[in-house]
């Protein structure tokens, strides 16, 4: 797709990824991890966010230049119980599949390729569980709404509290991964490549 028209989105009709309730919380990491309140099952956690003291695995700090450390949130989080439904934003096609074993990594990992008005977009959808990596080999096509995936436990999610890491991504990936966190040293070119979650999300903060 290139640089994104961002105008292209508001045109297009996208259905909800996840059925939040009409309160939820919305989390400021950016100084660090927080617990849900006792009185909420859902959060959101924000794109383009530093968030210090959170990514604590070796593949996050393996650098001595403070602008290299990859601790800026480049996707979208949605927190909610294990086995919470995932639901595809619009009509795509399964992409690739993998399991990220390392340590604070996505678990099981899906990412479908979306046509947008003729340009392809590509979601990763992170922390998921394995029945979400079983049920959807490449090439399965998703429809817009269809209830395609789960929030994965910690056991199989990376080691996280459950949650969705969703990220869009303008370029063909390599690979079913994408950087979910990235530094400030290249934030700006990022900004591009991995535009706001937002765009198919609607409003959520």
Not at 21 to 50: I, R, T, W
Not at 91 to 113: A, C, M, P, Q
Not at 164 to 170: A, E, G, P
Request: aromatic share 12%; charged share 25%.
């Amino acid at each position: 797709m290139g640089v994104l028209d961002k105008r292209i989105f508001d045109k297009l009709a996208f259905a909800d990824v996840v059925s939040l309730p009409s309160s939820y919380h919305v989390f400021d990491l950016s100084s660090g991890p927080m617990v849900m309140p006792e009185d909420q099952q859902y959060a959101v956690g924000k794109y383009n966010e530093l968030r210090r003291d959170i990514y604590s695995a070796d593949q996050y700090k393996n650098t001595d230049d403070p602008e290299s450390v990859r601790n800026i949130h480049i996707g979208v989080d949605i927190f909610g119980p294990r086995d919470t439904p995932i639901h595809s934003f619009y009509d795509g096609v399964v992409f690739s599949r993998k399991y990220n074993h390392l340590e604070l990594d996505y678990g099981y990992t899906l990412i479908i390729e979306y046509d947008i008005e003729g340009h392809k977009l590509y979601a990763l959808y992170g922390h998921l569980s394995k029945a979400s990596f079983d049920n959807n080999p490449p090439g399965k096509i998703v429809s817009k709404g269809e209830e395609f995936a789960w929030m994965g436990g910690v056991n199989e999610n990376g080691g996280w509290t459950p949650h969705l890491h969703l990220q869009l991504c303008t370029e063909k990936p390599n690979e079913c991964d994408m950087p979910g966190v990235v530094s400030q040293k290249d934030i700006a070119t990022m900004l591009e490549v991995y535009p706001d979650p937002r765009l198919v999300l609607g409003n959520l903060y």
